[in-house]
C-alpha cells in the first residue's frame, strides 16, 4: 500500500493478506509485517484474526523484539470486541514487566483511557514517564506520545499542571497549544448560530491534525548505519573499495555517534542506528541491480532497514547499553562525547 493512498480505498483484509505473505518470505522482518497486518485487520473489523496474529506472534519460537507492545496492542484489540476482563490483565502485565519502550505504555494507557479509565490512564502513562524520563534532560522523540498523552489525561480529570506536563507543552511545536487542544469544555458547536463558534472548533481541528500529520512524517527513525566489527572486517574484506568509507572499527563506531549528536543539534527529532550484515547488504544490493562496493547504496541501505523495524533509538534510556554493541553502559561508552579509542 502506497503511503498516500487514501484510507478509504484500502481492502485492509487483502493489505493484510499481502502482509503475511511477505512476513513468510522475510522471516527476519515478521515482527514488523506481522503486526502491521494486524492492525489492517482491525481496521476491517475482524478483530478476532487480529487477536490469533497477537498469539501467534506471542508464541514465536524465535522470541520478539518487542513482546510488550505485541501485548499491548492485543489487550487494545481484545478491549474492543467483549474481552475486557482479559485486556485488563494484559495491562496489569505489561505495568508489572516495566519495559523500556515507551510504545508499550502509550498503548496500554490510551486503551484505559478510551474506556474512561482515566485513573488508570493517568497513573499507566506516569509510571511510564517516571521510568524513562527520570533524569533525562533531552526526552527522546519515541516518548513525546507518553508525556502528550498524560497531559491530555490529567487535564480531562482537572489535574494541575506539573513539570512534566510543563515538558509537553514546550515539546509541543502546534500554532495551537496542548491545553486548548486537550481542553475538557471543548464541544462541537453544532447548534450554535455563531459562526465565530465554528471557525474556533475549525482551527483546533486543523492543529490537532496537523500534529497528527507530524507525527505521521516520521514513522521510522533517520537512522545511522552502523557495522559491528566482525561484520566491518567482513564487508571490506568482500568490497576493498568501501575502506575509503571506514578507516577503522574505532574510528567508524565514534562517526556515527558523531553524526548522531550532529543531528540532534540541528533539530532533527526520531534517530535511530542501524546495524548492518554483509548478507542483507548483498542482497539489498542486488535488489537494486547494483554493486555492494557502490558507496551511494549505503545510506539507501540504511533507511530501508529503518523502514523495515531494525532501527535502534537513539540516544538510549538512561541506563540502557552503549548502540555500539560493547556491552557497556552507553554513558560509559560513547556517550561520554569523546571519541572511542577501541571498536563499538
Not at 502491521?36 to 475482524?46: F, I, K, N, T
Request: glycine share 6%; net charge negative; charged share 25%.
Amino acid at each position: 500500500m502506497r503511503p498516500d493512498t487514501p484510507a478509504e480505498n484500502v481492502d485492509h483484509s487483502a493489505e493484510a493478506a499481502r502482509l503475511e505473505r511477505t512476513a513468510g518470505l522475510y522471516p527476519e522482518d515478521a515482527e514488523a509485517l506481522l503486526l502491521r497486518a494486524a492492525a489492517h485487520l482491525e481496521l476491517s473489523g475482524d478483530r478476532a484474526a487480529a487477536t490469533a496474529l497477537y498469539d501467534r506472534l506471542l508464541s514465536s519460537p524465535a522470541g520478539l523484539d518487542g513482546p510488550a507492545l505485541v501485548r499491548a496492542l492485543k489487550a487494545s484489540n481484545l478491549w474492543e470486541y467483549g474481552h475486557e476482563a482479559e485486556a485488563r490483565a494484559i495491562i496489569d502485565g505489561v505495568r508489572t514487566a516495566a519495559p523500556r519502550d515507551p510504545a508499550p505504555w502509550v498503548i496500554a494507557a490510551e486503551a484505559l483511557e478510551a474506556h474512561d479509565e482515566l485513573e488508570a490512564a493517568q497513573e499507566t502513562f506516569t509510571e511510564g514517564a517516571r521510568l524513562l524520563l527520570t533524569g533525562v534532560t533531552e526526552p527522546p522523540y519515541a516518548t513525546h506520545p507518553l508525556l502528550y498523552g498524560r497531559h491530555r489525561v490529567r487535564r480531562m480529570l482537572g489535574a494541575p499542571h506539573d513539570d512534566w506536563d510543563r515538558l509537553a507543552d514546550t515539546l509541543h511545536s502546534m500554532p495551537v497549544t496542548l491545553d486548548e487542544l486537550h481542553d475538557p469544555g471543548r464541544v462541537w458547536s453544532l447548534g450554535s448560530d455563531d459562526p465565530a463558534d465554528l471557525e474556533a472548533e475549525i482551527s483546533l481541528l486543523r492543529a490537532e491534525l496537523g500534529a497528527h500529520r507530524e507525527a505521521l512524517s516520521r514513522p521510522f527513525p533517520v537512522a545511522v548505519l552502523h557495522w559491528p566489527a566482525d561484520e566491518l572486517s567482513e564487508l571490506l574484506d568482500s568490497y576493498p573499495a568501501l575502506a575509503d568509507e571506514y578507516p577503522s572499527p574505532a574510528e567508524h563506531s565514534a562517526t556515527v555517534e558523531d553524526a548522531l549528536r550532529e543531528l540532534a543539534a540541528s533539530g532533527t527529532p526520531n534517530l535511530g542506528v542501524v546495524h548492518g550484515t554483509v548478507p542483507s547488504y548483498e542482497a539489498f544490493a542486488a535488489s537494486e541491480a547494483a554493486s555492494p562496493s557502490d558507496a551511494s547504496l549505503l545510506p539507501q541501505y540504511a533507511t530501508t532497514l529503518a523502514a523495515r523495524g531494525r532501527a535502534t533509538a537513539w540516544p538510549p534510556e538512561r541506563g540502557a547499553e552503549c548502540w555500539c554493541g560493547s556491552g557497556r553502559p552507553y554513558a560509559e561508552c560513547h556517550g561520554t562525547g569523546a571519541r572511542a579509542a577501541e571498536a563499538g
